[in-house]
């Protein structure tokens, strides 16, 4: 439903005015973007006298039209929140209409002087080609890691042991900033636990990227990025917690002066006392030639497991700029990551009987440096720009696998040993050029190369005895290495088209070229064809009445295998299951379409959102039995996986309180097409999951948090997964004006465990499992401040490796400017109410008065002044304007009603909070068919008012006022 803004009441004092004729129309549109400006205000105003003789306001084209225009001289006066009033002289003759074309006026920026802004993004937020979480206002999560933050993510679910899926594919590009990383070439589980939740801003899902994107990940992009800052000063923070099962302490600071800045930061975090257990049942059998049965082997083992781990990040930021038009930014990050997992007495059984005793140890110790230098011109025109990144990571992995086993029969002891020593290297150039054509086009394209080696030296030893030496197993399967050298050169383009009736369009095509050469210790050349892929991408999106959105998108995607799956290093953690990797495995293809809408009713934000996802060559697992009570994992391109769903969140603010919650549904097909009788299999089922997040903000600096998440039964391709749930609830107290907090948090504290059930069901194989964590936790988090910084006036543009183009909503902007395709948000500096952004790397310009703070004099005596009545009052900005506060008392509880010049109908206020002589009343009004939240702040000394009026995250006002009764 479209909500129209009641434009200024024109008082028509020019009496002895005759009507005439003519009609002035024209267009208004924003000066930096080109866009229509919807529902502006248009007045006719006698230049002799100043006063308004006529007007009528712009409808959602941003078009006005005034008829019955009597001749002669006017000034058309131009006013919209936001924007500077615009005047414009009118020449009108007898009969004759007058159109003006368009009249672009500009946004102001306000600067801010001495005050506390508090307004707070929603915490999801739906732009034109993704979903972004801001993590920033999730006080729930704090203390833990980025896998605690993506079980909060809408489309995204997250298993005990941190693996990550989008709509129930995991295979996913995960970036940090933008940029890949090889921490999370080797393990995404492994990377997130690195990354501390406390740094973390947003998450952004990227459901359908384009093609300025990589190929990679099937079911989209992951864009994890932490928290970053471009202001001027000296500020160091320490954020710490301790808790029952992990403690966490980082340090981190920042300096800029002039046009350099940098940023040091460290960070660690302990897990310990985390403790379960597991069951395992399975049944093996094994056939003969003939096909006919020949042995059954009913196997189960038990035991109890420990974890512990430590793991940090270092990093070191800079960024310079050389002029307006050129920059320069680095960063160099180190993390470590030090696991341990242990099993304890694990009882192995043979057809019932008691077989060995076993206690297992696997250490998993790696380091990772990420390194990137970022230069970027920016041209004179705006939103012409040109970019060139490099990037080097590498990860350094040990893995140690230790297996002590006595067999029970003749107390023989044998030892096991694994040692795996790998690596993961990456070096990548890329250059970008982004020009605008027209005002309502943009023109995208660029190239990159990625030069990737992974190289897995493995050996095994075998020892007899308590103490016995070991040896090695020899060569083949045990004691090995792979050598994977992988090129992927690439290029790009792509096309974006906004119109004035609220479409947008965004179309690209990337092609990608891989080379592939790799070789062991026994094969000297392992025969891997070369590729290339070309992946096409298409986004389209409609704005429609009161701010809904429908989008509708298409994207190809090609997921290269891991060295998860490539490396033919034996993985035994179990003595009764084992996997090995297959180093010529071929890449996987999906197509994706999805279709959603967003709505927006009294307030609160609705999406829903319908995807369908298909994949061929999917690599797939084999299962068969070595042994006769072994089961042998390999890999293999022999799959097809399709998913068709339906997404659905919402987002609500009902006075303090917050929520925002959703679920995925999906109805999952899987085959892997085997010819062989023992090896097909096929399964198909629904899967759901959902979350749920809330917090109230209390007075005095309280506020209370909850989360919720639920993930239904995993269907697999042969069998499924269990489900699970989580919660958590924390409450955090603020103190010193913000600088600090103290909070308590608590994790799942109905339940001392979960239990998560498994099945897997085959020709040769029928198992059956229970794994049982102990994660009943607590914890205690502080957080504390020091230094200032002050706002930048240089607006800022940063660029890096995989740019997070249309960074917010771009194609969504219409005409071609904001940041369309551009990836800069206000020119990548922070944007404070008021600031719609530098554009193209102008300043922004300073036409308003610096908003104060609210310190109307408290008055000597200590006197509390009542605050009912009828309250007149003005706001300080460039259109002027005020309106009348009603403020009621009954039985001890605030309410009222507001009423203002723009929007003449009566509002009820949501909450009204009376602390003393101050006074803050909150409401939600309407700007272009979106709601908007407004505060004020005030302070009353006897019948006067004074304080702010903050308009969500657009503008603040000084506001003045006097009680009228």
Not at 147 to 160: A, E, G, H
Not at 539 to 556: C, Q, T
Not at 823 to 839: D, K, S, V, W
Not at 940 to 958: A, E, K, P, Y
């Amino acid at each position: 439903m479209r909500t129209l803004f009641t434009f200024l009441t024109l008082v028509c004092s020019y009496v002895a005015w005759a009507q005439g004729n003519a009609k002035v129309s024209g267009t208004v549109t924003d000066a930096a973007t080109s866009n229509p400006v919807e529902f502006a205000t248009v007045a006719l105003v006698d230049p002799a006298s100043g006063k308004a003789i006529d007007g009528t306001i712009c409808d959602d084209k941003g078009e006005f039209t005034i008829n019955k225009v009597a001749p002669g001289s006017y000034s058309l006066t131009i006013t919209f929140i936001g924007f500077e009033t615009k005047t414009v002289t009118v020449k009108v003759e007898d009969k004759k209409d007058v159109n003006l074309g368009k009249i672009a006026i500009s946004p102001v920026a306000q600067q801010l002087k001495e005050v506390t802004v508090e307004g707070q993004r929603a915490l999801i937020e739906e732009k034109v080609d993704r979903m972004v979480y801001n993590a920033e206002n999730d006080a729930t999560a704090k203390g833990g890691d980025a896998s605690d933050v993506l079980k909060r993510v809408p489309l995204l679910t997250v298993d005990l042991d941190g693996n990550v899926s989008l709509r129930g594919n995991s295979n996913i590009m995960v970036l940090i900033n933008n940029k890949p990383s090889t921490i999370v070439a080797s393990s995404v589980a492994d990377a997130l636990k690195q990354i501390p939740a406390d740094q973390i801003k947003t998450v952004e899902v990227i459901t359908s990227p384009s093609a300025k994107y990589d190929a990679e990940g099937s079911a989209g992009i992951i864009n994890i990025v932490t928290k970053k800052n471009n202001l001027q000063g000296l500020t160091l923070g320490i954020d710490a917690g301790v808790g029952l099962r992990g403690s966490n302490l980082g340090l981190n600071g920042n300096y800029r002066k002039g046009k350099m800045g940098f940023s040091l930061g460290g960070w660690g975090r302990s897990n310990y006392n985390v403790t379960g257990s597991f069951n395992n049942q399975q049944l093996t059998r094994t056939y003969n030639d003939a096909g006919d049965l020949e042995k059954e082997t009913l196997s189960e083992q038990m035991a109890k497991s420990r974890n512990q781990g430590l793991f940090g990040h270092y990093n070191l930021g800079w960024d310079y700029d050389i002029n307006e038009k050129n920059s320069l930014a680095a960063s160099v990050r180190f993390g470590v990551r030090n696991g341990k997992n242990k099993q304890n007495d694990m009882q192995q059984y043979s057809d019932g009987v008691l077989q060995t005793l076993q206690n297992i140890l696997s250490k998993d110790e790696s380091n990772n440096v990420d390194v990137s230098l970022t230069y970027t011109h920016l041209y004179a025109k705006p939103q012409r720009e040109l970019s060139f990144q490099g990037l080097y990571s590498r990860n350094n992995r040990d893995n140690i696998y230790e297996n002590f086993q006595e067999r029970v029969s003749n107390s023989s002891i044998t030892r096991f040993r694994n040692l795996n020593d790998s690596y993961n290297e990456e070096t990548t150039f890329q250059v970008d050029y982004q020009t605008p054509i027209g005002t309502t086009q943009m023109l995208e394209f660029g190239g990159k190369d990625i030069m990737r080696k992974a190289v897995s030296d493995y050996t095994s030893f075998n020892a007899v005895g308590s103490d016995g030496p070991y040896e090695p197993s020899g060569s083949g399967s045990l004691s090995n290495n792979l050598n994977y050298d992988q090129n992927v050169m690439a290029a790009y383009l792509a096309y974006t088209l906004t119109t004035k009736a609220g479409y947008s369009f965004k179309a690209g095509s990337r092609y990608e070229y891989t080379t592939i050469n790799a070789y062991t210790k026994t094969e000297d050349d392992i025969a891997i064809p070369s590729y290339g892929v070309i992946v096409p991408s298409v986004n389209i999106s409609k704005k429609l009445k009161g701010g809904n959105m429908v989008k509708a998108s298409y994207n190809r995607r090609i997921q290269r295998p891991s060295i998860r799956f490539l490396n033919p290093n034996v993985q035994r953690n179990n003595s009764l299951s084992f996997s090995v990797g297959n180093p010529e495995l071929d890449p996987e293809y999906t197509n994706n379409y999805e279709l959603s809408y967003s709505t927006f009713v009294k307030g609160t934000t609705i999406n829903f959102s319908g995807f369908a996802r298909n994949t061929n060559n999917a690599i797939q697992s084999v299962r068969d039995v070595v042994g006769g009570d072994t089961i042998r994992t390999q890999y293999a391109n022999i799959g097809s996986e399709n998913a068709y769903g339906l997404s659905v969140f919402a987002n609500v603010s009902i006075g303090k309180l917050s929520l925002n919650g959703g679920g995925d549904f999906y109805y999952a097909t899987l085959s892997n097409n085997n010819a062989l009788e023992l090896y097909k299999a096929s399964n198909e089922g629904f899967v759901a999951s959902g979350r749920i997040f809330g917090s109230y903000n209390l007075n005095k600096g309280w506020g209370l948090q909850f989360f919720s998440f639920v993930r239904g039964r995993q269907v697999q391709l042969q069998g499924s997964q269990g489900g699970f749930y989580m919660y958590s609830l924390a409450v955090r107290k603020e103190f010193n004006e913000k600088k600090g907090s103290i909070g308590l948090g608590v994790e799942n504290f109905l339940q001392e465990s979960i239990k998560i059930k498994s099945n897997l069901e085959s020709p040769l194989i029928s198992q059956k499992s229970v794994s049982t964590m102990n994660n009943l936790s607590f914890r205690i988090n502080f957080s504390y401040r020091i230094g200032k910084m002050s706002m930048e006036n240089r607006p800022r543009r940063s660029r890096s490796i995989n740019n997070d183009d249309l960074k917010d909503g771009g194609g969504d902007n219409g005409g071609g400017g904001g940041d369309m395709g551009g990836g800069q948000q206000g020119g990548g500096g922070m944007q404070m109410p008021g600031n719609r952004g530098q554009r193209g790397g102008q300043a922004p310009q300073n036409t308003n008065k610096p908003i104060t703070q609210n310190n109307a004099p408290k008055p000597a005596d200590g006197t509390i002044y009542e605050a009912t009545g009828t309250w007149s009052f003005t706001i300080d900005s460039p259109q002027g304007g005020g309106g009348t506060i009603v403020i009621k008392k009954e039985n001890g509880v605030y309410s009222g009603t507001i009423k203002t010049q723009r929007m003449p109908e009566e509002t009820k206020l949501s909450s009204v909070t009376v602390n003393g002589n101050e006074v803050t009343l909150t409401y939600t009004t309407n700007f272009g068919g979106n709601s908007v939240p407004v505060d004020i702040k005030t302070t009353i000394v006897n019948n006067d008012m004074q304080g702010t009026m903050n308009l969500g995250q657009f503008r603040s006002f000084n506001l003045t006022g006097k009680r009228s009764e």
